[in-house]
């Protein structure tokens, strides 16, 4: 497969696992907490939902040539989201999410060539748009997977490829440190080795038996999450 293709499959399977998470939940179960912060499980998809909808603005922008969607159209799509019942937010979020990656592997190879846009200061093509949705859509898929079972994992072919973005996720996403400090990290599966210049994690979710355990508490200082 192409580095496309290889996203494209991502972000499709990522979608076939929110899918299936949601389906046997009732509207009692979508109103359960989900891992993510102050989130039940019901606003996390609608969150998805409401993401999908702008992911799909933005394909519309690097398709068309135009400027990518700012809050003016962003603020609307959060309020119609917001006010759905829990229920529909999770069933519209399922139909919102699984029309945007159909459309995506509808794209011709032409259409996928010629993507481009301005995000964050910087040009993007198809598969950079593509990494920024896995990964919004992997974490937050996993937040409602390991509400439900606590051996969950984010999807193992999402992390093959986000791992190799996470320099510059982690240069985005990042608070200055109290104290600065400079971290080796290497990662098992699949094998990367990183230096941290000083999160989502928690002691929870962090097994005490891992190397470097001991310094999360501090990592969540600088990357709290989102």
């Known amino acids: 497969m192409s580095d496309l293709d290889a996203w494209i499959s991502a972000v499709r399977s990522s979608q076939n696992r929110f899918a299936a998470l949601l389906a046997p939940l009732d509207a009692e179960q979508v109103q359960h907490p989900s891992y993510a912060d102050d989130w039940s499980i019901a606003q996390v998809a609608s969150h998805l939902g409401s993401q999908s909808e702008i992911f799909d603005l933005a394909l519309d922008a690097g398709l068309n040539g135009s400027a990518a969607p700012g809050m003016e159209q962003f603020q609307p799509l959060w309020d119609a989201w917001n006010g759905r019942s829990p229920e529909a937010q999770a069933a519209d979020s399922v139909k919102a999410n699984e029309a945007l990656v159909s459309r995506i592997e509808s794209l011709s190879g032409a259409d996928r060539a010629r993507f481009r846009m301005s995000l964050f200061g910087r040009d993007t093509d198809l598969a950079g748009l593509l990494a920024m949705r896995l990964g919004e859509h992997a974490l937050h898929t996993w937040d409602i997977a390991v509400a439900l079972d606590s051996s969950a994992v984010v999807s193992p072919d999402a992390v093959r490829l986000l791992i ?45 038996e891992l190397p470097g355990h001991e310094v999360v508490p501090e990592l969540l200082q600088v990357f709290p999450g989102f």
Not at 182 to 194: G, N, W, Y
């Open 164 to 208: 190799d973005v996470l320099p510059g996720t982690a240069a985005r996403a990042g608070r200055a440190a109290a104290e600065p400090r400079v971290l080796a990290v290497a990662t098992a599966d699949p094998q990367r080795r990183f230096t941290l210049t000083t999160g989502r994690l928690d002691p929870e979710q962090t097994s005490a």
